[in-house]
């Protein structure tokens, strides 16, 4: 069983990794669309590949990459409330 505070640790890590996950795939499929599809498709493997070794690197120095069912909830939170705050960004600017 692992202690609480490093639970908190690596939650909230992966909960901010999900929120810049989010906004960075966002960003690099603006950057990727102009290319063929081939091309689309590797750069978006090698991202992928990329951010995943980021995550681990992070949880690697957090918690001796302790990984958890409520990382994975974490991230998927954190990558979704990304889009709503951009939706709700957007909705506040039209007006």
Do not use: C, P
């Not at 810049?20 to 690099?28: K, P």
Request: proline letters at 0%; a positive charge; zero cysteines.
């Amino acid at each position: 069983m692992i202690d609480l505070t490093l639970q908190f640790k690596l939650i909230f890590f992966s909960f901010i990794f999900g929120f810049i996950f989010s906004a960075s795939l966002e960003g690099f499929n603006k950057i990727i669309k102009k290319y063929s599809t081939i091309v689309e498709i590797l750069f978006s493997f090698i991202f992928i590949i990329f951010m995943t070794f980021l995550y681990f690197i992070g949880i690697q120095r957090i918690g001796n990459a302790i990984f958890h069912i409520y990382s994975i909830l974490s991230i998927i939170f954190g990558f979704f409330l990304y889009d709503i705050i951009i939706k709700i960004i957007a909705n506040n600017n039209k007006k």
